[in-house]
């Protein structure tokens, strides 16, 4: 399975950019790259996936390197919300099921702390 | 849409009672997952079902843990004699089986086993 790392922790201020580094060196080709978050007290949240290329929604932005050994998450105008954890998860196929079952392993992820 | 419900959102109960949480996943989703997390060992996969049908139930701790999927619009984890250790709050999340699509949880139960 293909491994991913991340900070403990990290800080932004309000209004500015948080970007949210993952790395997964071990990832295999047909892996996607998942982000999600849990707000205190809430169920984790689906932000956003990619495989190969730059990926965007009306949450994030998703920058993955083009050895896909790394990626970025990246909250263009940070607010105080935004402060959660923030897991960056490999997508992991399900040993002798050819792909078609999968789940989805959750690490200790970033807590993002949004500050004023 | 009222995404993946769950209930009860709190349970107390005492050693050794039984307890049953429930689970409706998003209708059209065909994949649901049971997942419990502690402070200490953070997020555990504990069960999944493809189709109502259990996949792979590794990750669920001892046989005082059952699961079932009776219909594509219902699950329940039952927990049969609940001990203190259990205490922890429990996740239920569908999705759909084919395709990279990312899972919605819901709001989860938080059980206390005193």
């Known amino acids: 399975d293909a491994k991913t790392t991340q900070p403990t922790s990290m800080d932004c201020a309000e209004g500015r950019a948080a970007n949210l580094p993952c790395n997964h060196s071990t990832i295999s080709g047909n892996e996607y790259v998942y982000w999600y978050r849990q707000i205190h007290s809430q169920g984790p949240q689906y932000i956003i996936h990619g495989l190969k290329n730059n990926e965007t929604n009306e949450m994030a932005s998703l920058i993955i390197t083009e050895d896909r050994k790394s990626s970025t998450l990246i909250l263009p105008h940070a607010t105080l919300r935004d402060t959660a954890v923030y897991y960056c998860i490999v997508r992991v196929p399900r040993e002798g099921s050819g792909g078609s079952n999968y789940k989805l392993t959750f690490g200790k992820g970033t807590l993002l702390t949004v500050n004023p | 849409d009222a995404g993946v419900i769950q209930s009860p959102r709190h349970e107390v109960t005492e050693m050794g009672q039984e307890v049953t949480l429930r689970c409706k996943p998003i209708s059209g989703h065909n994949s649901l997952f049971w997942y419990r997390q502690t402070m200490m060992r953070g997020l555990e996969l504990l069960i999944y079902f493809n189709n109502n049908v259990p996949i792979d139930d590794s990750g669920m701790p001892e046989d005082r843990f059952s699961a079932k999927m009776p219909n594509a619009s219902f699950s329940t984890l039952k927990i049969q004699p609940s001990e203190p250790r259990d205490s922890a709050v429990y996740f239920c999340?569908?999705?759909?089986?084919?395709?990279?699509?990312?899972?919605?949880f819901g709001s989860g139960t938080r059980l206390t086993v005193v």
């Open positions: 999340a569908s999705t759909m089986l084919t395709g990279p699509y990312g899972y919605t």
